[in-house]
């Protein structure tokens, strides 16, 4: 499967903490962020998206927070769980804003420990 | 909802072959395309996207081309693979709201 090597970023954490997991964005005219989870050798999975009209959204056991000042993203995960250990990538509407393409972040190796 | 096939799940090519990767899409029509590759612990990288039937956008200059012959058919070629075209391969779908998803992938090795 996917290699995820020494390049990324990690998080350990244990199993039933949370997780926050966070990306910076470069592109003011962004409107759009999602979040997306890449277990090893399959394809990024959808997990939330926010606007840029909100602050936050939340999902099942995940919330995003959105923070245009400073160009931050967050995603928190509650109770994390073995089954979410994977690489979580960051991704924005780039390009002023154009809805045809995203830009995404390096990604962080969630692992969650038993 | 709509569900994205890609073939072959794994390949391995020797360098100077050419090469067919292929993606459709179910559950949805007229929707974009996209072609990306992803290197061992790395990001994303957009390929081609596609508009619509004919329609290429190509973002990086090299060896591979993006053809859209039918609305849910997007297919990566290349008429001589090169060592560093090895990488995980991925198809993805997306609308006019922005949002993107992805198929399983194919992971291609150059040897």
């Known amino acids: 499967g996917e290699s995820v090597g020494l390049h990324l970023p990690t998080l350990s954490v244990q199993e039933g903490d949370n997780s926050i997991i966070n990306c910076a964005y470069s592109n003011s005219a962004s409107d759009y962020f999602i979040w997306y989870k890449q277990e090893s050798g399959k394809g990024p999975q959808f997990i939330i998206d926010?606007?840029?009209?909100?602050d936050k959204r939340q999902g099942q056991r995940v919330t995003v927070l959105l923070n245009k000042t400073v160009k931050h993203l967050s995603l928190q995960i509650a109770a994390t769980q073995p089954g979410d250990s994977a690489v979580y990538f960051c991704a924005e509407n780039g390009s002023g804003g154009s809805n045809y393409k995203l830009t995404f972040g390096k990604g962080t190796l969630l692992t969650v420990n038993p | 909802s709509q569900t994205i096939h890609q073939w072959p799940a794994t390949l391995v090519q020797p360098v100077g072959s050419p090469l067919s990767l292929e993606c459709t899409v179910e559950g949805t029509s007229n929707p974009n395309l996209y072609w990306y590759r992803q290197a061992a612990g790395r990001g994303l990288q957009l390929l081609f996207y596609?508009?619509?039937?004919?329609?290429i956008s190509s973002e990086v200059p090299q060896n591979l081309s993006a053809s859209r012959p039918q609305d849910r058919q997007f297919i990566l070629s290349s008429k001589k693979l090169l060592l560093s075209d090895s990488g995980f391969y991925l198809c993805a779908c997306g609308t006019g709201g922005g949002e993107q998803y992805f198929g399983p992938g194919t992971r291609l090795t150059v040897t």
């Open positions: 926010i606007r840029s009209n909100m």
């Open positions: 596609s508009v619509g039937i004919g329609q």
